[in-house]
């Protein structure tokens, strides 16, 4: 099943290249909504995406940014749920059994507030509840928003550039990417090592 759709990804993609900024758009915005996030293999689907930068199908710079504005918009739109819905989401008859992740969200969201968009953009299952959780408990937008805008900036690059550096390694990669990956593999190293000291410290809450 997860390599049908990361076929039906690629494919649509080769086939309308013209559409293939949407597309990417449109996949990391739901792989960023609350509770679907968790299901969709983002991971992968970002990793395929990053393989099609690699061979020349998609272009680095527009792609990281539709990434990452999808990531935002997703992350936005379950944020403008939990705002508007508060606490009724909790009573969804199809959430329930995800009420653990719940609490473990609150828990994180309690213990690093405005940053918690941040850091929880890169953990685990928490990363689709936090802009939920976010917008129950009423954060400001003041205070959302710059930080959302920065963690999706973030983001893009670190799912992006595994499957980018993968294929560029095992192929030619064209003469730009002499100059260009070196940057984002420095990128994804730092934000990598960011995600240890968190975990190494055990500031995740379990």
Request: charged content about 10%.
């Amino acid at each position: 099943m997860l390599t049908d759709l990361l076929n039906t990804i690629t494919n649509l993609i080769s086939d309308y290249p013209n559409w293939a900024g949407a597309i990417v758009f449109l996949v990391a915005m739901i792989e960023s909504l609350a509770i679907i996030g968790i299901i969709v293999p983002g991971v992968a689907i970002m990793f395929a995406i990053g393989v099609l930068i690699s061979n020349g199908a998609l272009d680095l710079i527009a792609t990281t940014l539709w990434a990452a504005a999808g990531a935002s918009f997703g992350d936005g739109l379950s944020f403008a749920l939990g705002w508007h819905y508060k606490e009724r989401i909790y009573h969804v008859s199809f959430l329930k059994k995800y009420q653990h992740l719940f609490t473990r969200g609150h828990q994180f969201f309690e213990k690093y507030g405005v940053f918690s968009i941040l850091i929880g953009r890169f953990v685990g299952p928490i990363r689709a509840i936090i802009p939920l959780i976010a917008g129950i408990l009423d954060m400001p937008l003041k205070q959302y928003i710059p930080i959302n805008i920065i963690a999706s900036i973030l983001w893009a690059p670190a799912y992006l550039f595994p499957g980018l550096i993968f294929a560029s390694a095992i192929s030619n990669a064209p003469d730009g990417w002499v100059t260009r990956w070196p940057v984002g593999l420095g990128l994804f190293i730092v934000i990598a090592l960011l995600f240890w000291i968190i975990k190494k410290k055990k500031l995740i809450p379990k």
